[in-house]
């Protein structure tokens, strides 16, 4: 006999990104996110991309969240023919156009530079796989959903979101599927946050689950206290002010930006922040800060109350050195700073954007500091600075490095294997669990940690299907 639900591991198997997984209940298929493989060369990653379905078959969209391993192939989906439903919580929706513009944005952009390229070399030019209207049609489909609230988007299925603590919105995905008499409720965990972190909930607490689909990202190891690698960041700051040089940290724009902002807000107040400057200089980064200034009251929460008591609602008043910069010539006018302020600029692996002029123009002074405060993938150039290159090659011109490199390894959005066990075990019903979303390493010590608590867990690979 059929197994009347089968689950297939598309994407972010033994592998981080590209989270994606089909789920048949009988004859209805839904797709448990859409995430993007994130390379170096991304017209290259689009154009050689085919769904392993075909779009229009699919029934439904579940995104857990907006990070674009979650959800970048969207607007792909819907240009190769997807009509259906796209559910997601409604931070998630309220952030999605922002992301979904900028990666359609700059795919154009690299597209447009390729094509000139070929056209000098007498070669026909490459068409476009998808345009901005097909985020404006990914939005017409979005419906988002509070936490906590039941739907039955289709017959055989209910769903609920629960919060993930990992970014805005990010929500852990529970499913209850039926099909004639069999039903089970499946559980994905969708990015699971950092307990330890500032402005988000801790991940809910699930009590119950037949089939558990989890990320393991930090499967092999535990963070850094925060307090250690804040006070370590203070320390970076203060010699850096000494030094009479700027400070340029490389941020990634959904999360990770917002809480750097905080930490400084934080350090502003407590008289701690020397530099009398702060420019946050990414438009992506400006608009995504601010859904999380209009989503913050509802955090009830120490962290976002030491806002509020500041008399601060959101980051601008809680940080009044922030200078929110928008313009290529406001970006470009900070080069006539050249001491005693804080620039953050994206992009957080240094492969693109604002942050590579920033470093043509400093990194070869040796009064400048560079912080990295977030993971740098291989063979970006992020990870060559990270690596200790002493010359890098920007726009053509190697740029010696005479700035001072710091990499603070203890921020991070993602539980460590300690949370991960914990949240893995308050799990009732020995549930079947897959581990994803994690290098082979991290998934194996993962496994053999829930092993000795007597939990077994598979490591699918891609293509796999499980029957459940
Ligand atoms: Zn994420
Ligand atoms: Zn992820």
């Known amino acids: 006999m059929k197994a009347p639900f089968t689950l297939k591991f598309l994407g972010a198997a033994r592998y981080v990104t590209g989270s994606c ?23 290259k990653e689009w154009h050689r991309y085919k769904f392993p379905f075909k779009p229009e078959s699919i029934d439904l969209v579940i995104i857990s969240h907006a990070h674009i391993d979650h959800c970048g192939l969207l607007p792909l989906l819907v240009a190769s023919g997807y009509k259906g439903p796209i559910l997601c919580t409604n931070g998630t929706r309220k952030l999605l156009p922002v992301l979904l513009k900028d990666s359609v944005f700059l795919y154009l952009k690299d597209l447009e530079w390729k094509n000139k390229r070929l056209k000098r070399r007498g070669k026909p030019p490459m068409p476009s796989v998808m345009s901005e209207k097909d985020v404006d049609r990914v939005m017409e489909l979005a419906d988002g959903l509070p936490y906590g609230k039941h739907k039955a988007p289709i017959p055989g299925l209910e769903l609920m979101f629960s919060d993930a603590g990992h ?6 995905v529970q499913l209850w599927i039926k099909q004639g008499q069999s039903a089970r409720h499946l559980v994905f965990s969708g990015d699971l946050g950092n307990p330890d972190t500032v402005l988000m909930n801790d991940p809910t607490p699930v009590e119950q689950a037949d089939i558990v689909l989890m990320e393991g990202t930090y499967g092999n190891r535990d963070h850094r206290p925060l307090d250690d690698t804040l006070e370590e960041f203070a320390q970076v700051l203060e010699s850096a002010f000494k030094a009479g040089g700027n400070v340029f940290i490389p941020a990634f724009a959904l999360g990770r930006t917002q809480e750097i902002l905080y930490f400084l807000g934080q350090l502003y107040h407590q008289g701690r922040l020397k530099q009398q400057l702060v420019f946050l200089d990414s438009p992506m980064a400006q608009s995504i800060t601010s859904i999380y200034n209009d989503n913050l009251q509802r955090l009830n929460r120490d962290d976002t109350q030491e806002m509020y008591n500041q008399n601060a609602g959101d980051f601008e008043s809680f940080l009044p050195i922030l200078r929110m910069t928008e313009t290529v010539e406001e970006s470009m006018a900070i080069n006539r700073v050249t001491q005693g302020a804080i620039i953050i600029a994206g992009s957080g692996m240094c ?5 590579t002029h920033h470093l043509k123009h400093n990194l070869w002074r040796s009064q400048n500091h560079l912080i990295f405060v977030g993971f740098q993938a291989r063979g970006t150039l992020g990870r060559r600075l990270v690596d200790g290159a002493t010359t890098v090659k920007l726009f053509g011109q190697d740029i010696a490095v005479k700035a001072q490199v710091h990499t603070l ?6 539980a460590g294997q300690a949370e991960l066990l914990a949240w893995a075990k308050g799990i009732a019903g020995q549930p079947r669990f897959f581990l994803v979303h994690g290098e082979p390493e991290a998934l194996e010590a993962l496994q053999a940690k829930l092993q000795e608590e007597g939990i077994s867990a598979e490591i699918p690979e891609k293509g796999y299907v499980a029957e459940l």
């Open 167 to 172: 970014i805005l919105g990010s929500a852990i």
């Open 409 to 414: 390894g203890g921020f991070s959005a993602h």
């Open 21 to 43: 997984y089909l789920l048949t209940i009988g004859k209805k298929r839904v797709l448990l996110d859409c995430g993007m493989v994130q390379g170096d060369d991304q017209v």
């Open 351 to 355: 492969n693109g954007g604002r942050i």
